[in-house]
């Protein structure tokens, strides 16, 4: 079965550095998301992605995030200057239309 | 209110036991209702989708009731492996902005 790709597994960084969170969608979809998981709190909504634009975002989407797919198979996630609570598990997920969403394996993200 | 809202739990059952979930939501043009399950520091996946009719898929059963604004998930015959937390989940829009609920935790003994 297809699945959706994140690197890396787990990221430590220090606060104020720029991460980079990679992920692969399954290869025929054409929705893409990110969603983040703080630990021991609720799955919560990022951003969605389609054909080249954002299509929504959330309010913790602030200036700080990016996302971007440069090329036809990697979708990014940016955080340019991490702060102590971007610590969480992100979530790549992607989906075809009107189909649930598959969800990657995640990246843990600590910020010291 | 919480847009989604569930038993945080645990829910404690014996192997073969029957456990039933529920879980509400506030936004009553929601389009879309999904069951995913989620295990410890790990990504979730889906379970199934509810549809207004009721479905099922072996042994989980899923309901929902649009005038109440509650979805249900009812397992039977419990097995050890069924040890997770279920996670409600609504598609509130045309896209696939999920709300997720802040999940059940099950856990089944022998």
């Known amino acids: 079965e297809p699945e959706v790709t994140q690197t890396p597994s787990h990221q430590v960084t220090q606060m104020g550095q720029e991460v980079i969170l990679r992920c692969v969608p399954i290869?025929?979809?054409?929705?893409f998301y990110w969603y983040r998981q703080i630990l021991g709190q609720k799955v919560e909504f990022l951003v969605s992605f389609y054909n080249n634009e954002i299509s929504e975002k959330s309010e913790i989407f602030d200036d700080q995030f990016s996302v971007e797919r440069p090329d036809g198979s990697n979708f990014t996630l940016k955080i340019r200057s991490t702060k102590l609570e971007d610590s969480a598990m992100y979530f790549c997920?992607?989906?075809?239309?009107?189909?649930?969403?598959?969800f990657g394996n995640g990246t843990r993200l600590t910020v010291t | 209110r919480k847009e989604v809202e569930q038993d945080p739990g645990p829910f404690n059952v014996p192997e073969g036991a029957t456990v039933a979930f529920n879980c509400t939501y506030s936004n009553s043009a929601s389009q879309s209702f999904f069951w995913y399950r989620q295990d410890c520091r790990k990504e979730p996946k889906l379970l199934m989708s509810?549809?207004?009719s009721g479905n099922e898929d072996g042994r989980f059963t899923a309901q929902l009731n649009r005038a109440s604004q509650y979805i249900s998930l009812l397992i039977r015959d419990s097995k050890l492996s069924d040890s997770a937390t279920y996670l409600c989940v609504v598609n509130n829009n045309a896209g696939n902005m999920l709300t997720f609920g802040g999940g059940t935790r099950l856990m089944v003994k022998p």
């Open positions: 997920a992607s989906s075809d239309t009107n189909s649930p969403l598959h």
């Open positions: 509810v549809y207004s």
């Open positions: 290869s025929n979809h054409l929705y």
